[in-house]
């Protein structure tokens, strides 16, 4: 209702120094713990009408079907249900700091740098 419908994100590769931008239709949120989800403060989420969830909400990929959908961390929640919702999206992107999962992933999963501001 009067928001903005993607979200856009701009990464930078560490190697190149180059940005590129990238539009998600919906976001996942994986840090935190368990039970009490913790949400990052990112400049900008409150305009964002697009779906923002937590992966401790998160039951099925039918959602985000056809979407294009970053997830916020690499951790075993993020890495599970970026696998898990490959095959029902158009491109999934695992952002995170860490180094890159040395796994095997789907084809249309790509890992990016995370949120630096």
Known sequence: QG???YWEVVY???????T??????GILVCNGHYSKPLYPKIPGKEKFVGTMIHSH???DSQHFKGE???ILGA????TD???EISKDVNQVYLAHNGPFLPSKLP???AQIRGISE
């Not at 590129?20 to 239709?25: G, I, S």
């Not at 951790?75 to 993020?78: D, F, I, L, P």
């Open 3 to 5: 928001g903005e419908r």
């Open 81 to 83: 249900i970026a696998v």
């Open 68 to 70: 294009n959908v970053v």
């Open 20 to 25: 590129t931008n990238a539009f998600f239709d």
């Open 57 to 59: 909400d998160y039951r």
């Open 12 to 18: 930078r590769c560490l190697n190149t120094n180059s």
């Open 75 to 78: 951790a075993a929640s993020g």
């Open 107 to 109: 084809a249309n999963v």
